[in-house]
């Protein structure tokens, strides 16, 4: 090390230029990196959705759900396979372990689910996949929205033509990746078959079906070579008009007398029938959401769509507004704007710490290598991809007070060497090698305790990983620039003088000394007295309480609404329609957009939408920006509101940080069988919702659905010449409609759909009178004489958990109640309660992530204790001086718990990632000590002298390198909001307290050890 040391300080020039460079790179990073709002992660759910138009729910989960279960079931590492089978349609989450080949396993089940097709059903719809990423939330999502008091109906065909011309516009700008529609409809030609007409002509519903497909065959008549020129052959034209469907010939009377379309039918273009809407403000809306090319700036699109609205907006005809729903763009401005002030303020304060504690000369020194430090930190995660988000930024402010500490104990030690006469540039050399081995250790350790983090797993780990790369990355660069920059510049510019710090060390150090002093004198007590601190904090933990992750204190929430399982789109707008009235009469909110049938488009990394479901709904809100109310205020109110809303859930929710978590407590019932459950999740539910602590209660199963049921007489039908599969078909068509074939309309072309016309809803009588044609007979059948139609109940859904039939009871906290004090209120009240044979039993939820998390930091932090304990052995070449620097672990808990008091913060992981943090934090001090002990133990002095000795030399460094490290964290303490804070007050807290018990506490320690150690040797 004096070789390259010495080669430094000889040639200042070339250290110059390669620091230069580097902070050069640095520079162009910090330029050229994306930005984002949170890490960049591949999410490990998929969601599969497939459609069986017109099937119960027990027959969606036999034929359908079951099927691709057991295909699905075949690919590794799954976590959670969880479905649910609804009239119509099946939907399966898949969720796998943390840390596997999230996109190669996708791709293994779209090959399963694939391969699993042709077990299905042939009219079940192509199984789609949504395989979520955590990146894949809208830059904006915008609305075209129709003028007040539109009938939607009326203008959904106008609002489509309008929304694909913005889509389009849209999506001809750069850094555009795609741009989704949502909430907009085609129009079709829909042949609406009035079914008494059609039983007075007996005429069968599948002969309008056959008549309009064989009169638009769509089939190309090949071509003819004559006289050496090819000739195209046209057998039949192609519906080019509504009124071209309407005299299809569909039959001829027994008089001779075509009966045609139009008698039997209503033919009209018309929009097709909904599955999902939009609205904004209530008005009938286009949600368009662009998403941003991977390789792209957020805030640069952001910012160019932002500038486009009015020329998108100006050809809109009158009435018609272009309206920005939400902008994440805006919000990672606001956020990385946020962090970057909190570094400059970190940075200014860290500086203005050090030019008091070493003048204006020693300023220098640290003022260079920090900013320098960061720089190359920045180049290195340009170098690995990485990009500026909300967690690589926090980890950049966090990290400040620690890299200015190597040069703060280089330069205090090149003083120190200046102050015993040596030449500024021998003070530099000599300075920096006595020390260079313990700010080794000292970087090392908090390297290596740190880097366990980076191998969390699970889906906080993957949250929170950049922290750890950017810590060691910077920490890194400071050691670079602390061994070869500082003592350059210490010897060039600083000198010894007269500074505060001095003065205050002058006045504090015989203070300082008779506290040693009393404390060597008695050391069982002094070592008593921590411990019984100790376990004082580490008890009154238990009254903090605990929060996993706390709320993302955004101006927005949003608000879940279920209809029951059989309610179509209207009665889901109808109960949304409820909802928005509320919110018209709130002043603070700005406005709102809402989803029906299915979820808003993503405007949130950790909130996935209902991908589609008539019976669900989602509204988007936004407060004012002068809003007197806070969105967890409004919230609570709407919940107050709405929770005992009749027959419909409405959910208003705040939006979290960090990853899913879903209710804060949920309680399984498992079975193979159905009537046990549903029993016991009746009585579960009837036990917990009437608890102080219970907002709301629901679960996943609901009530019965009713349902019209065709019972066939297979005596009579099998006379008839008719099977159960002849008539199945002919309801399912008059019931569910289909597409017949197609009309070409100028450059458009639209489905021609053909489905039954009921007179009233619910009256489903003229199913009775609906015709069959017998494949035996040669005659048409009404199916009154082979069936009856009778109204019944079916089961709404039908839930699956691991492949096994679950009702899962979701339970929601009030306000001020923790989801640990919830949990213990729901286990408390199920006491007693009998579980049906059969049946299991489980709890999970917010307790069940956070128990996840927490139990993987406990491995990572034993991992990083024993690897700060090896480095350690190696420096100090002995197993007990490494316990006397180790005790400063236990001794930041207890300033860490503190903070949490002061901050009035529960006990939450990144506060527990704190203390983990201080791991590698807490220890440096207690190295350079010991370090300077040893020094002192080489030169001959007595063990007392020794660690009186280290501990005054020790001091002022200690203190400084305390102090800057306090005030490097401190704008992330204060101003971090609710996700950083609490880290923050534990750091700082946990430092300082550490950092004072450690001056005292390691020499006595020390001591101590040192003694059984020569009393050992003595007796051997």
């Known amino acids: ?70 295909a699905i079931s075949e690919l590794e590492d799954i976590k959670d396979l969880v479905s649910v089978s609804k009239t119509g349609y099946s939907k399966i989450d898949i969720e796998l372990h943390a840390g596997v080949d999230v996109l190669e396993h996708w791709r293994t089940m779209r090959r399963l689910i694939r391969d699993a097709q042709d077990q299905l059903p042939d009219d079940a719809i192509q199984s789609k996949i949504f395989a979520e990423n955590i990146l894949d939330v809208g830059v904006m999502t915008l609305a075209v929205v129709a003028p007040t008091g539109s009938d939607p109906d009326g203008v959904i065909t106008v609002l489509d033509g309008l929304a694909h011309a913005t889509e389009q516009a849209i999506g001809k700008m750069p850094g555009v990746g795609r741009v989704e529609l949502q909430g907009n409809l085609k129009e079709e030609v829909a042949v609406e078959v009035d079914l008494k007409k059609l039983a007075l002509r007996r005429v069968p519903f599948t002969r309008v079906l056959g008549a309009l497909r064989a009169a638009n065959p769509r089939l190309p008549g090949g071509d003819v070579a004559v006289a050496g020129t090819n000739y195209a052959v046209r057998t039949a034209r192609t519906f080019e008009s ?155 402010v966090i990290v400040i007070g620690m890299l200015v500490d190597n040069s703060i104990v280089i330069t205090e030690n090149v003083e120190r060497h200046m102050r015993l006469g040596a030449s500024p540039k021998q003070a530099a050399i000599d300075g920096a090698l006595e020390v260079w081995g313990s700010v080794l250790t000292s970087t090392l ?208 929710l705040e939006i979290e940080q960090g990853p899913p978590v879903g209710a804060p407590v949920v309680v399984r019932l498992q079975s193979k069988e159905l009537a046990p459950i549903r029993r016991a999740a009746q009585e579960v539910i009837a036990r917990i919702e009437g608890l102080p602590e219970v907002e709301r209660v629901y679960d996943d199963f609901g009530l019965d659905v009713p349902r019209i049921a065709v019972e066939v007489d297979r005596a009579q039908a099998s006379r008839a010449g008719l099977n159960e599969a002849d008539i199945a078909t002919a309801v399912r068509l008059a019931v569910a409609g289909i597409e017949a074939t197609t009309l070409r309309d100028a450059d458009e072309e639209l489905s021609v759909v053909v489905r039954g016309r009921f007179e009233q809803e619910k009256d489903f009588s003229g199913l009775e009178n609906l015709f069959v044609d017998s494949s035996v007979t040669q005659e048409a059948v009404p199916i009154r004489q082979v069936a009856t139609v009778v109204p019944d109940f079916t089961l709404g859904a039908i839930p699956h958990r691991d492949q096994e039939r679950t009702i899962t009871v979701r339970v929601w906290n009030r306000s001020k109640i923790s989801a640990d004090e919830l949990e213990v209120a729901v286990q408390r009240a199920l006491e007693g309660f009998g579980v ?141 909001g609710s996700l950083w804070r609490p880290m923050g007050a534990v750091i700082i807290f946990g430092l300082i307290t550490s950092s004072l018990l450690t001056l005292i506490i390691v020499p006595v320690l020390y001591r101590q050890l040192d003694r059984l150690a020569s009393l050992f040797k003595r007796s051997s």
């Open 1 to 70: 090390m004096r070789t390259i040391l010495t080669a430094a300080m000889n040639n200042p020039s070339v250290v110059f230029v390669f620091f230069a460079a580097l902070a050069i790179f640095g520079v162009a990073s910090f330029i050229t990196m994306p930005r984002l709002e949170d890490p960049e992660i591949n999410p490990p759910f998929a969601t599969v959705v497939t459609a069986l138009p017109g099937a119960s729910a027990e027959m969606v989960e036999r034929l359908v759900t079951e099927p691709l279960e057991e």
């Open 242 to 396: 509504v009124d071209q469907v309407a005299q299809v010939t569909v039959d001829v009377a027994g008089t001779g007398t075509p009966v045609r379309v139009s008698d039997v039918a209503t033919v009209k273009r018309a929009p097709a029938q909904a599955r999902d809407r939009a609205r904004y403000l209530q008005r009938p809306a286009v949600l368009i959401t662009p998403y941003m090319q991977s390789d792209w700036s957020i805030t640069r699109l952001g910012a160019d769509l932002r500038e486009a609205v009015p020329s998108l907006a100006a050809p809109l005809p009158e009435g018609f507004e272009l309206k920005i729903v939400s902008d994440q763009s805006q919000r990672v401005n606001k956020r990385i704007g946020h962090f970057m002030l909190n570094l400059f303020e970190g940075l200014v304060l860290v500086i203005g710490v050090t030019a008091l504690a070493l003048g204006l000369g020693g300023m220098v020194p640290v003022a260079i290598s920090l900013p320098l430090a960061m720089l190359m930190g920045l180049g290195g995660m340009n170098a690995l991809g990485l990009a500026l988000h909300q967690v690589s930024i926090s980890s950049l």
């Open 445 to 652: 350790t908090t390297v290596v305790a740190f880097t366990p983090l980076a191998f969390m797993s699970d889906n906080t780990g993957d949250f929170i990983r950049t922290l750890p790369i950017v810590v060691c990355l910077t920490l890194g660069s400071s050691y670079l620039a602390a061994m070869l920059l500082t003592p350059i510049v210490a010897a060039r510019l600083y000198r010894p003088r007269e500074t505060i710090i001095t003065r205050l060390e002058r006045r504090v150090l015989p203070h300082f000394d008779r506290l040693l002093d009393r404390a060597l004198a008695r050391p069982l007590i002094t070592l008593a007295l921590s411990g019984l601190l100790l376990a004082g904090a580490l008890s009154s933990m238990n009254l903090l309480g605990v929060r996993f992750f706390p709320k993302a204190e955004l101006s927005q929430f949003h608000v879940l609404v279920t209809a029951p399982a059989e309610a179509n789109i209207a009665v889901t707008e109808e109960t949304v329609r409820m909802v928005e009235q509320v919110l018209d009469e709130i002043p603070d909110v700005s406005h709102y957009a809402s989803a029906l049938g299915r979820g808003m488009p993503r405007f949130y990394y950790n909130v996935f939408p209902v991908r589609s479901d008539e019976a669900h709904g989602q509204i988007l809100v936004t407060l004012k920006d002068d809003a007197q109310l806070t969105a967890a205020e409004v919230v609570e109110m709407l919940n107050r509101r709405f929770s005992n809303a009749p027959g419909v859930r409405i959910e208003p």
């Open 836 to 976: 049906p044979q059969g049946v299991e039993l489980s709890f999970g939820g917010e307790t069940e992530h956070r128990s996840r998390s927490f139990e993987s930091l406990g491995r990572l932090a034993i991992i990083a204790i024993f690897a700060v304990l090896v480095i350690l052995v190696f420096q100090f070449r002995s197993l007990i001086k490494p316990f006397a620097i180790l005790v400063a672990l236990p001794l930041s808990a207890i300033g860490g718990i503190l903070g949490l008091w002061v901050l009035g913060a529960p006990l939450g992981f990144m506060a527990i990632l704190g203390l983990v943090a201080l791991i590698g934090v807490v220890v440096n001090d207690s190295i350079v000590l010991v370090e300077f002990v040893e020094i002192c133990r080489r030169q001959e002095m007595p063990v007392d002298k020794a660690v009186r000795q280290g501990a005054r030399i020790r001091l002022r460094p200690i203190a400084m390198t305390t102090v800057t490290t306090v005030f490097g964290i401190l704008p992330l303490a204060l101003f971090g």
